[in-house]
């Protein structure tokens, strides 16, 4: 089986020649390819050549069009302040002081910010791999999507005092997700994966989940779905146990489960939805490869009747880890079919 084939058998509870395994290697990719990270996500073609040599060192399953969560409220209009080796972050807020979201225009994806170089590195990745690896583009979820656009005290307090400027808040936030994402199908990603950690519940209760953010989910993953998306995949970081039921309903197939969350209570409440993970994030940094290849081992063993598992981080793999405890979570997967 190629990379894309093992993905999708996982997803299907098909069994795979070995468990997929896919390293959220982000801005690691500049860091292995000693590039600034500034320069990295500001250069589609310069984030799919390092995103190209970190698979050639590790040789995983899937690589990343992806620069950083600034992306969509850069092109709708927020001004960001960029750093040399860190992710840049929002000096101000498009949506400044509560401005309405009627006044924006849904940034064109082909021409607005930093979105055509998204879609290059898209489009270089798909070139380069084909259908033998999985090219995975990104998308923020709507909840995370508003709080970029107006700062997220201000959106939680939108929520509770203006409800119906906050639902066309919301919608923007869709219309815009939906355009970007299916704009990186086009471009050759096999699937945007949809990331939204300000839909937390350490950000808001499951109830206000299921009100606002389920539906448009819900929409979202049904537009990429009909555009051709490979896998529904929802990556929301953080104690998500009290929102898992409600996946199935928005459409997920693949999960993304971070460290706080066990996997038996993942695999209990979604017996038919693929998950991922839950290695911790910080981990690749203080650990020692063979703790990592230990607690790899361990998920392999925990998954290994039920099937549909993607072996991964919990969430992104910081730009600084370290190079062989990346590897040592790639060998596990290797080494155990």
Same mark, same amino acid.
């Given at each position: 089986?190629?990379?894309?084939?093992?993905?999708? /058998?996982?997803?299907?509870?098909?069994?795979?020649?070995?468990?997929?395994?896919?390293?959220?290697?982000?801005?690691?990719?500049?860091?292995?390819?000693?590039?600034?990270?500034?320069?990295?996500?500001?250069?589609?073609?310069?984030? /799919?050549?390092?995103?190209?040599?970190?698979?050639?060192?590790?040789?995983? $399953?899937?690589? !990343?069009?992806?620069? $950083?969560?600034?992306?969509?409220?850069?092109?709708?209009?927020?001004?960001?302040?960029?750093?040399? #080796?860190?992710?840049?972050?929002?000096?101000?807020?498009?949506?400044?002081?509560?401005?309405?979201?009627? #006044?924006?225009?849904?940034?064109?994806?082909?021409?607005?910010?930093?979105?055509?170089?998204?879609?290059?590195?898209?489009?270089?990745?798909?070139?380069?791999?084909?259908?033998?690896?999985?090219?995975?583009?990104?998308?923020?979820?709507?909840?995370?999507?508003?709080?970029?656009?107006?700062?997220?005290?201000?959106?939680?307090?939108?929520?509770?005092?203006?409800?119906?400027?906050?639902?066309?808040?919301?919608?923007?936030?869709?219309?815009?997700?939906?355009?970007?994402?299916?704009?990186?199908?086009?471009?050759?990603? @096999?699937?945007?994966?949809?990331?939204?950690?300000?839909?937390?519940?350490?950000?808001?209760?499951?109830? !206000?989940?299921?009100?606002?953010?389920?539906?448009?989910?819900?929409?979202?993953?049904?537009?990429?779905?009909?555009?051709?998306?490979?896998?529904?995949?929802? @990556?929301?970081?953080?104690?998500?146990?009290?929102?898992?039921?409600?996946?199935?309903?928005?459409?997920?197939?693949?999960?993304?489960?971070?460290?706080?969350? @066990?996997?038996? $209570?993942?695999?209990?409440?979604?017996?038919?939805?693929?998950? #991922?993970?839950?290695?911790?994030?910080?981990?690749?940094?203080? /650990?020692?490869?063979?703790?990592?290849?230990?607690?790899?081992?361990?998920?392999?063993?925990?998954?290994? $009747?039920?099937?549909?598992?993607?072996?991964?981080?919990?969430?992104?793999?910081?730009?600084?880890?370290?190079?062989? #405890?990346?590897?040592?979570?790639?060998?596990?997967?290797?080494?155990?079919?």
């Amino acid at each position: 089986m190629n990379s894309v084939e093992r993905v999708k /058998a996982a997803v299907a509870f098909q069994p795979p020649d070995r468990v997929p395994v896919i390293a959220q290697v982000f801005g690691h990719a500049a860091m292995l390819a000693r590039v600034p990270l500034s320069d990295y996500i500001r250069d589609g073609e310069l984030l /799919a050549r390092c995103q190209l040599q970190a698979l050639q060192y590790y040789d995983y $399953d899937a690589v !990343f069009a992806l620069m $950083d969560v600034n992306v969509e409220t850069e092109a709708a209009g927020s001004v960001l302040t960029y750093r040399s #080796n860190q992710y840049p972050f929002v000096r101000s807020y498009a949506l400044a002081d509560g401005a309405n979201p009627d #006044n924006l225009s849904i940034p064109d994806p082909w021409q607005a910010g930093r979105m055509p170089e998204l879609l290059k590195a898209a489009r270089i990745l798909r070139r380069e791999v084909g259908d033998d690896v999985l090219v995975i583009g990104c998308v923020l979820g709507p909840m995370t999507l508003a709080t970029q656009l107006l700062g997220i005290e201000t959106t939680l307090y939108q929520a509770i005092d203006e409800p119906e400027q906050f639902a066309r808040l919301l919608d923007f936030a869709v219309a815009v997700i939906t355009r970007f994402g299916i704009a990186q199908i086009e471009a050759g990603a @096999h699937l945007p994966i949809v990331f939204d950690p300000s839909a937390s519940p350490e950000v808001i209760p499951a109830s !206000f989940y299921r009100e606002w953010v389920l539906p448009r989910l819900e929409q979202i993953f049904t537009a990429f779905k009909q555009a051709g998306s490979a896998v529904n995949w929802l @990556h929301t970081a953080g104690p998500v146990t009290p929102i898992l039921p409600f996946y199935p309903q928005a459409g997920v197939e693949l999960a993304n489960i971070d460290f706080s969350v @066990h996997p038996l $209570d993942a695999m209990r409440t979604l017996p038919r939805t693929s998950l #991922n993970g839950n290695i911790k994030s910080l981990s690749f940094i203080e /650990a020692t490869p063979e703790e990592i290849a230990d607690e790899a081992s361990r998920l392999l063993s925990l998954f290994a $009747d039920r099937g549909g598992f993607v072996l991964s981080s919990g969430c992104e793999i910081p730009p600084e880890s370290k190079p062989e #405890n990346i590897a040592a979570m790639v060998f596990a997967a290797r080494q155990d079919r």
